[in-house]
């Protein structure tokens, strides 16, 4: 029992509590629940740009879009089923980011955060614009069809529940993975050090641009929960302030997995338990902000910082020899 890690303790509590919750709840409390777990995929797939590679990006909400467009228009005009369309929808979020990113992958900080804010909008007007006339124009598309598993269709509350829920435990796995791959070391030292790491022999560009391409993958395909969940989507749903909702997550979780979850909950279930508070919720919740920031700037959990070990060589005695 010494021997087991915390955080895996924390993540085996959380997951059993996580399984009885529904159980508990109401349908209104249920619905809180699903958008907690979808933003919550969101800001896992926000978190290998911003919280590994260090990438100041506000423009997560576009890919998101992406997503859930590619949803909807391949469901309602070629009636295929939702769930085989969602890695569609991932590779062609993905595809997007490669081709906004490879520009200007080579600014840093600020100016990077600058530019993602432009697509973000960028996107938004071009679905009011009912761009190629496929998006539905300001009206969005209606119609979007329940997802089906092996025949079985997924209506109710609760079934959403496990579904996107069990897509933020496949988001961990795969991402806990992917941090201590070499890969994942790649993108940490490009967050240290950018320069350092390409004076070690990290392709920053390509690890970067890596990067962008699995987040937007990621977010796409929540793009497609989120379509299926809702069966109407509109441009207003993908706005700034959901970029600017999902980068505040990762920030506040300082970056590791557990943080992500807790600050979710915080960021989506907080205000829904301050509703009755309308108006002084924001303000409380504002405050709350602030003394976080104040006293807890690296985030709720940081991630453990990576330690390596250089063994030094013995040195040589005169004869060749090791002393």
């Excluded at 081709?99 to 432009?118: K, N």
């Excluded at 269709?153 to 988001?171: A, D, H, N, P």
Aim: net charge positive; aromatic share 14%; hydrophobic share 55%.
């Amino acid at each position: 029992m010494k021997n087991i890690p915390c955080n895996t303790v924390l993540y085996v509590a959380a997951g059993l509590v996580l399984c009885v919750l529904p159980f508990f709840c109401n349908a209104y409390w249920l619905d809180v629940c699903v958008s907690i777990g979808l933003y919550a995929v969101l800001a896992l797939s926000l978190n290998i740009i911003l919280g590994q590679a260090g990438i100041f990006h506000m423009g997560h909400a576009a890919f998101f879009a992406v997503g859930a467009y590619t949803t909807a228009i391949l469901n309602t005009l070629c009636h295929w089923s939702v769930l085989w369309i969602m890695p569609l929808s991932g590779a062609a979020a993905a595809l997007f980011a490669l081709v906004v990113a490879r520009p200007i992958i080579h600014l840093r900080g600020d100016y990077l955060l600058i530019v993602t804010i432009g697509i973000v909008e960028i996107v938004r007007i071009a679905l009011i614009n009912d761009v190629f006339g496929l998006t539905g124009g300001a009206n969005g598309i209606f119609g979007i069809s329940r997802p089906m598993f092996f025949g079985f269709k997924i209506v109710k509350s609760m079934q959403f529940y496990f579904l996107v829920w069990g897509m933020v435990g496949l988001s961990l796995l795969l991402f806990y993975g992917l941090w201590h791959s070499r890969f994942g070391r790649a993108l940490n030292y490009i967050k240290e050090d950018d320069v350092a790491a390409e004076g070690c022999g990290v392709n920053v560009t390509h690890y970067k641009l890596a990067a962008f391409v699995l987040g937007a993958f990621w977010a796409g395909m929540a793009g497609t929960l989120y379509a299926a969940k809702m069966t109407t989507i509109a441009p207003e749903s993908f706005n700034f302030m959901e970029s600017v909702i999902i980068f505040a997550v990762v920030i506040l979780s300082g970056g590791s997995q557990l943080g992500v979850l807790i600050s979710a909950f915080l960021f989506i279930g907080l205000p829904e338990l301050l509703r009755e508070f309308s108006n002084a919720r924001m303000l409380i919740f504002g405050l709350a902000m602030m003394v976080m920031m104040i006293w807890r700037p690296q985030g709720l959990l940081p991630p453990r910082q990576r330690r390596y070990r250089v063994d030094t060589p013995p040195a040589a005695s005169d004869e060749g020899r090791p002393a």
